[in-house]
């Protein structure tokens, strides 16, 4: 890996919590809380890896998340996440976590934010600022999304919005609109998966229906020019996730990813690394494969990292400083890397 992309300041905006749980992780809280995995190692899970579709991974992912019982093994998770921030210069994270996943193994909400959460202030000490996105499961139903949102409503000073994730393809945003709207009017930001798998007429919805601040993934766009303009003129980020994308075979491989026609577009364009134990790589590996299979240039490089931080839920003087901060570091690492172009 290049030493100026691992140290290059980046915010992540499309982070699954439990996508980001390694299997030697897995297997140790595993064997702590005495369950058996249907795998003999650590090698052998990271074997199983190879998904064609989005739904062969959910399958394996929503399996994985399946050790994860009580308080420490959620703040172990996501400390071992904050960990991998802080080594590659990650100064910001927007962490999804699904909570339906584990209430519905019988595991109470308060356990799985408390444990998320206390890891996301001792990471404040790693040098890492967090917001955290409660995510709803859009293949189970509205009124299990709507008891979901409920469940929130008491730590709602923790959460800075709601998303919706899970299997695309017959779940459109739509079928969502009631609970949204709950979650806006109760002052939750909304954001939503859409054009991952799914049509451009799934992101007209999360756009016009449930009001979304931003859309994750939304790499089909380009087959709509009119959505196209829509997004570049009000500046809507998309959160991309390239490896992702890769791996679920959303596109055959790095080199014909939409992503360097995106930015031509003008669109707002961010990397993510989506669920990265399980795709092959966290965020400096996402932002080293575009480079190195979409001949990426330093500007527009630079451009992808402010993008993350524009893009970001905080404050206009939180982002300011970060963005000098990006500014900062390229105008040095430019000098010293001379040849960089
Ligand atoms: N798409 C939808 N749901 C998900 C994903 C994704 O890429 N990752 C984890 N849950
Ligand atoms: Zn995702």
Redesign the pocket.
Known sequence: MDTWIRDLPKAELHI?IE?SLEPELMFAIAQRNQIALPYPSAVAVRDAYQFSN?QSF?DI?YAGAGVLLHEQDFYDMTWAYLERCAAQNIRHTEIFFDPQTHTDRGVPFATVINGIYQALVDGKQLGVSSQLICSFLRHLSAESAMATLEQAMPFQDWLVGVGL??S?MGHPPVKFQAVFDRARAEGFLTVA?AG?EGPPEYIWQALELLKVSRID?GVRCLEDPKLVAYLAERQIPLTV?PL?NVK?CVFDDMATHNLKQLLAAGLCVTVNS??PAYFGGYLAENFQAIRDHLALTVTEMHQLSRNGFQAAFLSPEAKATLLAEVDRFMATAGRAIGNLS
């Open positions: 699954h996508g989005l959910l992912y994730d899970s695309e998966h991952e993934h996730c992702s679920l989506d669920d």
